[in-house]
Nanobody
Framework: QVQLVESGGGLVQAGGSLRLSCATS????????MGWFRQAPGKEREFVAG????????RYADSVKGRFTISRDNGKNTVYLQMNSLTPEDTAVYYC??????????????????WGPGTQVTVSS
């Protein structure tokens, strides 16, 4: 069983930045493709960004390209999401997720097996 715990969420003004972290348990973190998703009130959970096991490949939703950066530190069992130029539309609960079943960076919820409880990000205008 893998446990994921997000941190770093909070309240920020539009145009500001936040850095989310997701710490994972277990000794096989480097074998997991990692992803970030978000869910705004009344909306479906959507893919934000993903990163391959070694960190060499990344994938982003069009809505965050150029503003968000996903990275990972396999030595610390942690994945990060640097969020810049935040807008109120980025307000959501952000979840990290892990998948060990393949090397592709999936964008669907079903592509990931393990999920964290989420961290709230609120961007004020």
């Amino acid at each position: 069983q893998v446990q994921l715990v997000e941190s770093g969420g909070g309240l920020v003004q539009a145009g500001g930045s936040l850095r989310l972290s997701c710490a994972t348990s277990g000794r096989t973190f480097s074998m997991y493709t990692m992803g970030w998703f978000r869910q705004a009130p009344g909306k479906e959970r959507e893919f934000v960004a993903g990163i391959s096991t070694g960190g060499g490949r990344t994938r982003y939703a069009d809505s965050v390209k150029g503003r968000f950066t996903i990275s990972r530190d396999n030595g610390k069992n942690t994945v990060y999401l640097q969020m810049n130029s935040l807008t109120p539309e980025d307000t959501a609960v952000y979840y990290c997720a892990a998948d060990f079943r393949g090397s592709l960076i999936g964008t669907a919820r079903a592509s990931y097996v393990y999920w964290g409880p989420g961290t709230q990000v609120t961007v004020s205008s």
